[in-house]
């Protein structure tokens, strides 16, 4: 019986690799550059297109929230898969692929085989919200690359903009974050573009919609067709990230159902969005905490998975 039990043990504690095995200085010896290598491919990239700031961050979300931090995003479908980039909210929507590859590259010519594409995104998203005028924080090093991607897991695990407030702390809840996780991290929304097909209901059908900004919008996204239309998630200021996204709600003018759900005037998170809205540092503080969890999910360590040597493809 006791050996059984003592094996067993084993186990669960091989397969929870929990967070507190990454550490900031994983490379220090094997890559000694990568933190500049990443920030300057990224200040690259960002030059010439500020919004690619924005899908990076969401790249990295969405990558966490399916299986973990393993960069199974990253991998294109193959015959032994169907992956994770035609999944409902991937499709024709996540972008930042080419900066990922591109960077990876340079990674490998000084440090071949060393870097996990994982831990290349969660710098990318770091140094992206920095570059953009956000907080700072530390990216635990350490992760590894999955050798699978699933879009099934990819359509159950990330939110819809169609979610309601109670759905969307499950979802989070579901990934071990929290009511406060969820308010700061939506914050992410004061960066980037949302296409019509996402928030068409939201300016049709819900009544919470300020009325010069339902206008607005109705008037660049029809009942039906231009479903690619892009508009910012945070109108004023949609290449800096900054709280005008929580002022924003507050005024109904969130561009997302799932946005202005986090503000309804009887919701248990309006406080939250109140404080971030008067109180930038306060935002920042707790958008910074949420990431590193949000980093931190379920990461590959130890010798499961692999280094992938290009990130679209198992080695
Ligand atoms: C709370 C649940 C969330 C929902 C329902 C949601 C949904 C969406 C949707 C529908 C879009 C527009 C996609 C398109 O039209 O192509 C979007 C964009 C974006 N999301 Fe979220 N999101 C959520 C949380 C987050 C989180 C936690 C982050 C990061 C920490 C994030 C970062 C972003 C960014 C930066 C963009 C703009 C991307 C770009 O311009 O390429 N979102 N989100
Ligand atoms: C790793 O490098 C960083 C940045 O150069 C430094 O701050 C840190 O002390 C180093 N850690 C170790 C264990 O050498
Ligand atoms: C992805 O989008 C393209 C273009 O709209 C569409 O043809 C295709 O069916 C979509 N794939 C999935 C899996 O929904
Ligand atoms: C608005 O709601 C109606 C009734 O539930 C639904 O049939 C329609 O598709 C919705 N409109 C949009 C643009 O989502």
Not at 105 to 124: H, R, T
Not at 158 to 184: C, M, R
Not at 216 to 237: A, I, M, V, W, Y
């Amino acid at each position: 019986m006791a050996p059984y039990y003592l094996l067993l043990l084993v186990f669960v504690g091989a397969g929870r690799a929990s967070a507190a095995e990454l550490c900031t200085d994983f490379y220090n010896c094997t890559c000694p550059n990568l933190l500049p290598i990443v920030n300057n491919g990224v200040t690259k990239f960002i030059q010439n297109d500020p919004r690619i700031g924005a899908s990076l961050l969401r790249l990295h979300f969405h990558d966490c929230f399916v299986n973990g931090c393993d960069a199974s995003i990253l991998l294109v479908d193959t015959s032994k898969f169907i992956g994770e980039q035609t999944a409902a909210a991937n499709n024709e929507s996540a972008r930042g692929f080419n900066v990922i590859n591109d960077i990876k590259a340079n990674v490998e010519k000084q440090c071949p085989g060393v870097v996990s594409c994982a831990d290349i995104l969660a710098l990318a998203a770091r140094d992206s919200v920095v570059h953009l005028g956000g907080p700072s924080w530390e990216v635990g090093l350490g992760r590894r690359d999955s050798t699978t991607a699933s879009r099934s897991d990819a359509n159950s695990n990330i939110p819809a903009p169609s979610f309601n407030l109670d759905a969307l702390i499950k979802n989070f809840a579901d990934h071990g974050l929290s009511v406060t996780d969820l308010v700061a991290l939506s914050g992410a929304h004061t960066i980037g573009l949302a296409q019509c097909r996402n928030f068409r209901a939201h300016i049709y059908n819900d009544s919470n919609v300020e009325a010069s900004y339902r206008k607005f919008l109705q008037s660049k996204c029809p009942r039906t067709g231009n479903d690619n239309l892009l508009e910012p998630l945070d109108r004023q200021t949609p290449n800096h990230f900054d709280n005008l996204y929580f002022q924003n709600l507050v005024y109904k003018k969130a561009l997302l159902h799932s946005d202005q759900q986090l503000f309804k005037q009887s919701a248990t998170t309006d406080t939250l969005v109140k404080k971030y809205a008067t109180d930038n540092a306060a935002f920042f503080q707790d958008f910074a905490k949420g990431m590193v969890k949000m980093s931190n999910i379920k990461p590959l360590t130890g010798n499961q998975g692999q280094i992938r040597i290009n990130c679209a493809k198992v080695n």
